[in-house]
């Protein structure tokens, strides 16, 4: 118990261990947040006329579209086109038609808005008398969340892998693995340590995050629970070995990138191909894929998925384990030269 403590100690002291876990846990604040932003007016129309250039009912048909600002100098305008924040198009008078203009910079929709307005305007009368549909406007991150959500509760769960890996990395360039090594302590001990801290503390990052991402009723939330602490321990258990393995910070840093590279593409390439057949099993070597496919069935509602996920995962464990004790044990019968 004063081994988990120290432990403990020593991660709390480290700000890249503390950056790892709160990391999932803003962006998962952040997504919520921009969830609630209305973006809708992002897509607006917005007009800029010169003062006594068009008429009032030229100026009032434009409202129709979008909000009209009047300057009172042509300079005025032309800066307001050109602001590279704003997507303003100039109005004026062309006889009995409109002349736009705009700054080339805009996005698409609004140059051809620009394009069009003339004809369109030329053509009021004809529009006036055709029946008009409006549709309701869809939320622009309502599709990008059915990924992202999972995606950062992915990054929350496997951050125990980082998590490790850099705790361990660390106390090689400070020296404390030296000190660990002439302590009254096992090898099974610190391992066990380790894997707790890890552990923990990616379990309860996921779980935060999951609690700020997910309403999902109580027998939903049990299997959640599951792929959670499921997915912490085998990260945990990569940890260890990227941490073992690595001579060094920036060995140890190269690995983590990869590995947290084939975490994250890997399922976000399942989903947005739509991979079946055997090479959807074989998406299955990486962890990462059931545990991002068994959040998509949960908030699908399909339990049976989810709970096959989870079994794929206990499997992940089973594995991740024995190749670690099998690595440990061979390198602690290795003969120093």
Request: hydrophobic content about 50%; aromatic content about 8%; proline content about 4%.
């Amino acid at each position: 118990m004063k081994g988990l403590t120290f432990q403990l100690k020593s991660v709390l002291r480290d700000k890249f261990c503390l950056m790892t876990f709160l990391l999932p846990i803003l962006i998962a604040v952040a997504l919520n947040f921009m969830g609630s932003i209305d973006m809708s007016s992002l897509g607006k129309l917005h007009f800029g006329v010169l003062e006594h250039d068009l008429s009032p009912q030229a100026v009032t048909w434009l409202e129709r579209y979008g909000p009209v600002d009047i300057y009172g100098i042509e300079d005025e305008l032309n800066a307001a086109i050109h602001e590279p924040s704003t997507n303003v198009i100039g109005v004026e008078a062309d006889g009995d038609s409109l002349k736009t203009t705009i700054a080339g910079d805009e996005l698409d929709i609004f140059q051809q808005a620009a394009a069009t307005l003339p004809v369109l305007y030329e053509r009021r009368a004809e529009a006036e008398q055709a029946e008009i549909l409006t549709l309701e406007r869809p939320d622009v991150l309502e599709s990008v969340q059915d990924i992202f959500i999972p995606a950062v509760l992915i990054v929350a769960m496997f951050m125990g892998c980082t998590f490790n890996a850099m705790n361990m990395i660390s106390e090689k360039e400070d020296g404390v693995a030296l000190v660990n090594e002439i302590l009254p302590m096992t090898p099974s001990q610190y391992v066990l340590q380790k894997i707790v801290v890890g552990f923990l503390f990616g379990s309860l990052s996921s779980v935060v995050t999951a609690c700020i991402c997910f309403q999902l009723p109580g027998q939903n939330f049990g299997i959640l629970l599951t792929l959670i602490v499921l997915s912490s321990f085998v990260a945990a258990l990569i940890g260890l070995l990227i941490g073992r393995l690595s001579e060094g910070l920036m060995i140890g840093m190269a690995y983590i990138k990869i590995i947290m590279l084939l975490f994250i593409a890997v399922p976000l390439v399942y989903a947005l191909i739509g991979i079946s057949g055997p090479i959807a099993a074989i998406c299955n070597i990486v962890p990462s894929q059931p545990a991002f496919e068994g959040i998509m069935a949960l908030s699908a509602g399909n339990m049976s998925t989810a709970a096959k996920d989870a079994g794929i995962l206990a499997i992940h464990c089973i594995a991740w384990f024995a190749l670690y004790v099998l690595t440990f044990t061979r390198r602690k019968r290795r003969p120093y030269r």
